[in-house]
T-cell receptor, first 118, second 107 residues
Framework: SAVISQKPSRDICQRGTSLTIQCQVD?????MFWYRQQPGQSLTLIAT?????????ESGFVIDKFPISRPNLTFSTLTVSNMSPEDSSIYLC???????????????FGEGSRLTVL | KNEVEQSPQNLTAQEGEFITINCSYS?????LHWLQQHPGGGIVSLFM???GKKKHGRLIATINIQEKHSSLHITASHPRDSAVYIC?????????FGTGTSLTVIP
């Protein structure tokens, strides 16, 4: 299993500012993901955080708006830049952990960061 | 069309009732996950299935690969079961998520 500590758990921010969300995992993981969940919506993948290289972004998300760092196999940050009210969402980090001999990985999520932009 | 469809979208039950949440998917999968999201936003993995049936306490999850369908059952429901339940499937290197079923269990 994996225990993920994500912070902040919630924040209220002013339009035009930036906020960095941190995700710490209690074990080394290869695959780490950042998701956004807008009110009433399902999870949308923002990007895959790659250790030692640039993140891989999904369509509709760009590095300038959502810069990601992944300095090692246990930690990642997501920054939401130049925020607008449309960025109000829950942001979640997630990891996939493979058990020895398994062909599929188990999903683990952080507690989520509920962001409100005024 | 979404790759993962859940029903119902919202569900209200009396404490003690048997609850079923359904998930249908349209892609080939290597695994299906049932997740629970509490009001604070955090998500907990309940089950990972690739075939058959799994049981944890009052929770039972089944999957029919041929029909591309899974169900999550809660026996003897309790108010603390109130949460959003999300079905997710892994297809290749992609995860697809349902929009969730919001469950409220009334004492």
């Amino acid at each position: 299993s994996a225990v993920i500590s994500q912070k902040p758990s919630r924040d209220i921010c002013q339009r035009g500012t930036s906020l960095t969300i941190q995700c710490q995992v209690d074990s080394q993981v290869t695959m780490m993901f950042w998701y956004r969940q807008q009110p009433g919506q399902s999870l949308t993948l923002i990007a895959t955080a790659n250790q030692g290289s640039e993140a891989t972004y999904e369509s509709g998300f760009v590095i300038d708006k959502f810069p990601i760092s992944r300095p090692n196999l246990t930690f990642s940050t997501l920054t939401v830049s130049n925020m607008s009210p449309e960025d109000s969402s829950i942001y979640l980090c997630s990891v996939v952990v493979w058990r020895p001999g398994s062909v599929t990985g188990e999903l683990f999520f952080g507690e989520g960061s509920r962001l409100t932009v005024l | 069309k979404n790759e993962v469809e859940q029903s119902p979208q919202n569900l209200t039950a009396q404490e003690g009732e048997f609850i079923t949440i359904n998930c249908s998917y349209s892609v080939g999968i290597s695994a299906l996950h049932w997740l629970q999201q509490h009001p604070g936003g955090g998500i907990v993995s309940l089950f990972m299935l690739s075939s058959g049936k799994k049981k944890h306490g009052r929770l039972i999850a089944t999957i029919n690969i041929q029909e591309k369908h899974s169900s999550l059952h809660i026996t003897a429901s309790h108010p603390r079961d109130s949460a959003v339940y999300i079905c997710a499937v892994r297809s290749g290197n992609q995860f697809y998520f349902g929009t969730g079923t919001s469950l409220t269990v009334i004492p």
